[in-house]
Each structure stands twice: as C-alpha cells, then as structure tokens.
C-alpha cells in the first residue's frame, strides 16, 4: 500500500509544478507597481525608469539662477540669432593689434576687423580708440577663420553717418557738410559719408551767390564750400536726405536774438547794419539779431518808401525803440536820433510870421502843407479863400508851394493853424482857439502830427 502512496504523492508533484511555476501571474509588475500600497517597483522596472531619464533631457533637474556658472548664463541669454553677411552691428573694442581689432559683438564668438577694413578712421580717431569703445560694423564673413566673424568698419561708416544724422535730427541739433555738386535744383551735400540734397530755396549765403541756375556749373568756390544745416527729411529706406541752410541760419539767429534781448536797454544807441528793406520799414542786424525799423521811425518827416532814407548794407546807429523779451522782437528808430521837431517849433516860429509851405495833403475840411521838416500845418477850409468853396481842391492842389501865415501853434498838441487868405488879402486876422463845432477837424486827423507809438 505504501508504494501506491509514494507514486501519488510524485504524481501529485508532477501535477502541482506547472502551476507553481506561472510566471506572469507571479510577475505581474505594471500591476503591482500600479496600486499605491506598492511602494517598491521590482529592480526590472527601476532599470528601465533609470534608462528612460537618462535618454530625456527633460528629466535633467534645473538649477537655481544662483548656482548657475558664467557657462551656464551664456548658454541661456546669448542670442541665437545667426549673423548674416551685409548686416550692419554694433560692438566693443576687446582688444587691439597690429593685425586687426577684436570685437565684442554680443554673440558667442568674437568679431575681427582687419587693419585693411579700417583704413577710412582718421589716424588720430584710430590712436584714441580704445577697449570699451562702441564702434559700427559690417559683416564681411560670419564664419571666419578660428570661429571669429570677418568684420568691415570701412564699409560700415555709411550706415554709422546715417544713424548720426538721425541723432541729430531727433535732437533738432545743427550739421555740418561740404558741397559736392549742384544741379539744376539745388546743391548736393556730404556729410557723415551720406549724400544729401540742398533745395535752392534753402540755399543762402555765399553759396547762393555762386549758385549758378539753369544747370550751368557754378562758379569757383561754390564745389567744396564748406555749409551748416538744418535735416528736413531722412528717409534711409529710399536713401534721401534733404537739408536747409537757411534752417540753420534762422535757429542760430534765434538763439542770438535770446541773447540779444537780454543785453538790450530801451533808449540806448547801437550800431547796426541794414539788412533788408520791406514797404513798412527796414531791418537792421544788431549782430545776429535783426530789429525793425518801421517806415514812421524813419524820419520825422513823412516816408513814402524806406529806401529814401536808407539802404542795403549801409552801416547805420539806430536808437533802441522798445524790446519784447517774451515774443522776441526788438524796435527800432532812427528818427528818434535827432531832436523831434515839435520841441523846438516855438523857437523857430511864431504867430503871424509868413512861412513858405507844400500842400501834402487834401480833406474835405482843408488841406495841409509842411512849413519844416518834420513840422506840418492845416490851412482850414476857411482860410483858403475869402469865397465860399465847397472843396480845397478849388484852390490848391497837392504839391503846391504857397506862402503862408502862421495863425495858431500849440506845441503840446502838436498843432499848427496856417492861412492862405490873410496872404492873399494882406489881412492880420487869428482864427479862434476853438473852432466851431462844424468846423473842428475829424478825429482821424487829430493825432496826425502826433507819435506813431
């Protein structure tokens, strides 16, 4: 009975085995590990998690900004923008050598500029150049030998010029440049390497004098003169600068008449020079600034055009006027030099002294007529003629020379009452001070000897 037994038990075993050995319910990692009670995954698993992280850059644990390396900020903030041939960058000097200039250009390699790319900086601007200054390259080569990029300054000065001009014309500031030409338009100007163009509408001066018009070459002097302007237009696009000398001339007198008005006291005496006339008067350059003279302060007799008295680069002394610090404008007189007629009237004159007269002027009530420079009179109406008239015209005429009887003066008024009949008559008769109401003299003539101001 016994061997039976053993015979089942090995029978048994056999049978068991297989079911023993089942791997993959035994081995059942993913859902071990899936269950949160499983806190440790087989060694399988954590080798091929270790092997994954590995592989994913991802995974790699990020620094704090205050451990990171210099390496580690450059690698991070450098651009990555690729240079590219032709384009113009900003840069510092790093270092300096017989064979060239290292740049700092801001990317990971350095720039290099050959000496022959420089040959265009003056040889005083090259001495001072030194590390730490700014300079303005172009890209030759972006990958040149060693891993440096080829740089130009030469054939970058175009573009430093352009940003120059732009500086200056954001800042309303005043340039420089030489005439290279003209045509039928204008003058062209270099300056800062760049070509503009100089309307002759804004073209003054000396080089508005040598401007030849109609496309004709301009005279000696005009090619090479030396010009300051004012930007009106720059445009680098479409590659066009327009420039105003007159611009610049009218900033520069404005910032001279700022000053001018400052120094100037009313009622002192400067010398000045005429420098242009209009119909109401002439202005006069105090040096630098221009004041007017109006045609009333001209002289103390009356002025039909101010070239009668004065003209075009006449250097005269003119009596300051009145000066108007807020607007910038500065009267002007030449009158005012001599004594004003009507102070000295009495000395000179008298009631019932014959005087010789011009007939300047004829109203409906009389006519008036100049006896003295500076220094006129009305004959009324009534004292034109011992018959009635109904207009002076029926006797006189403007232009007329007459002698005349001084009937009335008051100085203070700036009066004088003439008459044409006690001449004729041989009569001795003074009109009234006051006039009768229907014979007074309209307003618009009352004032008429008095002071323009």
């Keep these: 009975m016994e061997q039976p037994v053993e ?134 080569n972006p990958e040149g030998n060693e891993g440096s990029s080829i740089l130009s300054v030469d054939r970058a000065r175009g573009e430093q010029g352009w940003r120059i001009l732009e500086k200056a014309m954001d800042n309303n500031e005043t340039c420089k440049g030489v005439i290279t030409g003209a045509n039928r338009g204008g003058a062209v100007v270099e300056s800062e390497g760049v070509q503009g163009f100089v309307p002759l509408s804004q073209l003054i001066g000396p080089a508005r004098e040598l401007y030849v018009p109609g496309g004709e070459p301009p005279k000696e002097g005009f090619i090479g003169m030396a010009v300051e302007f004012k930007i009106i237009e720059l445009n680098r696009r479409r590659n066009r600068a327009i420039f105003s000398e007159r611009a610049a001339l009218q900033a520069w007198k404005q910032i001279q008449k700022s000053r001018l008005v400052e120094e100037l006291t009313e009622g002192e005496i400067r010398k000045g020079r005429v420098a242009g006339i209009s119909n109401f008067g002439a202005f006069v350059d105090l040096g630098g600034a221009d004041g007017l003279i109006h045609i009333s302060e001209l002289s103390w007799e009356p002025v039909k055009s101010p070239e009668e008295i004065v003209t075009v680069g006449e250097e005269i002394d003119v009596f300051v006027l009145r000066v108007d610090r807020e607007n910038l404008k500065i009267a002007l007189s030449l009158r005012r030099l001599q004594p004003e007629p009507w102070d000295e009237i009495e000395s000179k004159f008298a009631i019932g002294q014959t005087v010789t007269g011009v007939v300047t002027k004829l109203a409906n009530f009389g006519a008036f007529a100049r006896i003295d420079r500076g220094i006129e009179g009305l004959i009324h109406i009534s004292e034109l003629s011992q018959q009635v008239i109904k207009h002076p015209k029926d006797v006189v005429n403007e232009g007329d020379e007459l002698e005349l009887k001084i009937i009335r003066i008051e100085p203070e008024r700036r009066r004088l009452g003439l008459s044409l009949k006690q001449i004729l008559d041989g009569s001795d008769v003074e009109i009234a001070e006051t006039p009768k109401a229907s014979e007074e003299t309209p307003d618009a003539f009352e004032d008429i000897f008095e002071d323009s101001e």
């Excluded at 081995?27 to 499983?38: D, F, K, Q, S």
Aim: no cysteine; charged share 30%; hydrophobic share 40%.
């Design 7 to 140: 015979q089942n038990k090995e029978t048994l075993e056999a049978t068991v085995a297989p079911e023993a050995t089942v791997a993959p319910e035994a081995t059942v990692a993913p859902e071990a590990t899936a269950a949160p009670e499983v806190t440790a995954p087989p060694e399988a698993a954590v080798a091929e998690e270790l092997s994954d992280a590995t592989s994913a850059p991802v995974a790699v644990a990020e620094k704090p900004e205050s451990e990171m390396t210099m390496a580690d900020l450059l690698e991070e903030y450098l651009p990555s923008k690729i240079l590219r041939r032709g384009e113009i960058i900003d840069g510092r000097v790093m270092s300096r050598k017989p064979e060239g200039m290292l740049v700092d250009i801001g990317y990971k390699s350095e720039g290099f500029v050959p000496t022959k790319e420089m040959r265009s900086l003056p040889p005083e601007v090259l001495e001072e150049l030194k590390v730490g200054d700014e300079i303005i390259a172009y890209v030759v």
